[in-house]
């Protein structure tokens, strides 16, 4: 059967329709984290010299997901108590999962620019866990100037060529003048 340009027509407009209507009515996730639910969490950054450690709730066989602001890339993923606690991630996401029940510990993630997130985290298996945890980014957006920046250690011998290729470069040019 042969789709008329009427039937395109009308498709067209059904799919812009749905998808109007898709991003009108909130999904179940979405609803969730916009009532402040229990299962989502939104951490401010600690202004400078404040020292407040963020206390989250796990649950044997769920995932807790801490999403860094973008910026961040994370380096080190750090638990304290690694034999019942399962760290992971990737960019500015780690994955965090009970091995055991009622364990705690802490979490740092160690970041390409700098700075260290940390967090007390415990197995709580009546309160709902936290399944998302949104670090905000902080007013400066940015490092400040003078902090340490981390360097993956992938990446050190592609710094160490590319200063050697530079040190050449200069040697040549001071040669030629």
Not at 49 to 55: F, L
Not at 140 to 159: D, I, K, L, N
């Amino acid at each position: 059967m042969k789709a008329t340009p009427t039937a395109a027509i009308l498709l067209g407009i059904v799919v812009v329709l749905l998808t109007l209507l898709l991003a009108v009515v909130p999904c179940d996730a979405a609803a969730q984290q916009a009532k402040g639910d229990a299962a989502y969490l939104r951490v401010p950054v600690p202004e400078e010299g404040e020292e407040r450690i963020p206390r989250l709730r796990a649950r044997v066989r769920h995932t807790t997901v801490i999403v860094l602001p973008a910026g961040e890339r994370i380096l080190d993923f750090v638990a304290g108590d690694s034999e019942y606690w399962h760290l992971t991630g990737a960019a500015n996401v780690a994955y965090l999962k009970p091995l055991a029940e009622d364990a705690a510990t802490n979490v740092a993630l160690v970041c390409e620019s700098g700075r260290i997130y940390s967090f007390l985290v415990h197995e709580d298996g009546e309160k709902p866990p936290h399944l998302i945890v949104r670090v905000e980014a902080g007013a400066e957006g940015e490092t400040p100037s003078g902090a340490p920046g981390f360097v993956a250690r992938s990446e050190v011998s592609a710094y160490r060529e590319m200063a050697a290729e530079a040190v050449e470069a200069a040697r040549r040019a001071q040669e030629q003048a």
